[in-house]
């Protein structure tokens, strides 16, 4: 089963000139005719007049379309020692929606907020910067856990990630210290995790240089993903796992290897935090992980388990399992089947153990099968 978190689409774009030649032509005069010699009878006809046929003037050549000038990148905004301690600059020099979106307009709702982040431009000034770095930096004990002010933070963020000139001043050192400081709300931690591989291929789009400007911010980027995934109780190991299996396919120094190893303890490790397993068990699945089966077999035959691991680990055995596998996947097929195991547990998430929950497993072996079965043939 293709795994949607690693679909990838490449756009190309080509670009058509198009030249026109002028052909430009002009009438030759004919030669004046002869008078012809008859024999006696009716009198010779006239010498024939040569006559020049008027010349045409010449077509002018089509006039080609005027290239339009590229217009130039706009200059980042300055490196500006403020932008990495932000402090909230006085209202009157922000913008309406600035405010808005920092909940300074009085009255003011999450819908407003959001319609204004959606506005935010793409070349925001350092006062702008400023003030949405301490919005995003800031520990509201009243919105803790909030679905809606987490949403807000994450799309101003998408936004900062979107200026014209590239990731701001600042943006980099900013992630670095919410994800670092453990009493930020851990949802947003998780958030902005996930922004760490689109940040670091905005930031550094081409081969590693030596010397290289950001070379300190770069390590730090690349230290922080590697820790984020070695937390396996934390939310926030899934979301960097998926960030640097991405930037492996891009970067060879970010050490694939190291990514199955990872991807592998964390869905073997019954410690590890649901999210996180099913994303590390998917990932196997999708990079060929042979070494993952026991673990996958082992999760999809203990109905103890969430039903979303259940799922994901029967994935993974039509990912990388062979014919010997079936009999394991043919258990969930049957009317009412559980598959092999032990009996559901009540408790356990996602009740596997209802009618819906039984009809997921018996679809999900299905389609794990019918993948084996394709690789058979193949």
Same mark, same amino acid.
């Given at each position: ?140 004990? =009243? ?144 990079? =060929? ?31 990388? =399992? ?43 072996? =299905? ?12």
């Amino acid at each position: 089963m293709a795994v949607a978190l690693f679909t990838v689409a490449i756009a190309a774009t080509v670009m058509l000139c198009c030249r026109f030649l002028a052909r430009q032509g002009t009438a030759s005069p004919e030669p004046a005719a002869t008078a012809r010699v008859v024999r006696p009878g009716p009198p010779p006809a006239p010498a024939a007049t040569a006559v020049t046929p008027a010349t045409s003037p010449p077509r002018a050549a089509p006039a080609r379309p005027r290239r339009r000038p590229t217009a130039p990148r706009p200059a980042p905004a300055p490196k500006c020692d403020a932008l990495l301690h932000p402090a909230l600059p006085p209202a009157e020099s922000l913008s309406d929606d600035i405010r808005l979106i920092l909940g300074l307009t009085q009255g003011a709702g999450y819908d407003e907020r959001i319609r204004a982040a959606h506005r935010l431009g793409k070349e925001l000034g350092v006062d702008e910067l400023q003030a949405l770095y301490w919005f995003l930096l800031r520990k509201d004990a =009243g919105a803790a856990g909030s679905l809606e002010h987490n949403a807000l933070r994450n799309d101003v963020l998408a936004a900062l990630l979107k200026q014209a000139a590239g990731p701001p001043y600042g943006l980099g050192e900013l992630m670095l210290a919410i994800y670092r400081d453990s009493d930020q709300d851990p949802v947003w931690r998780g958030y902005v995790v996930q922004y760490f591989a689109p940040f670091y291929e905005a930031q550094w789009p081409g081969a590693r240089q030596d010397p290289e400007p950001g070379a300190e911010l770069r390590a730090a980027m690349e230290a922080a993903c590697w820790d984020a995934v070695d937390s396996p109780r934390s939310c926030v190991a899934g979301a960097a796992l998926i960030g640097v299996e991405r930037l492996s396919r891009r970067y060879p120094d970010m050490q694939r290897d190291r990514i199955g190893t990872a991807a592998l303890s964390l869905a073997a490790n019954p410690d590890t935090s649901i999210q996180t397993r099913v994303t590390a068990i998917q990932i196997c699945g999708a990079t =060929g992980n042979v070494a993952a089966l026991p673990a996958a077999v082992a999760v999809a035959q203990d109905s103890g388990v969430s039903l979303p691991l259940r799922l994901a680990a029967i994935a993974a055995i039509g990912a990388l =399992g062979a014919q010997e596998h079936r009999s394991i996947l043919t258990a969930f097929t049957a009317p009412d089947a559980e598959g092999q195991g032990t009996p559901a547990a009540p408790s356990a998430a996602g009740r596997a153990g209802t009618d819906n929950g039984r009809e997921l497993l018996r679809n999900a072996a =299905g389609a794990a099968l019918r993948r084996i079965e394709e690789r058979a043939h193949e």
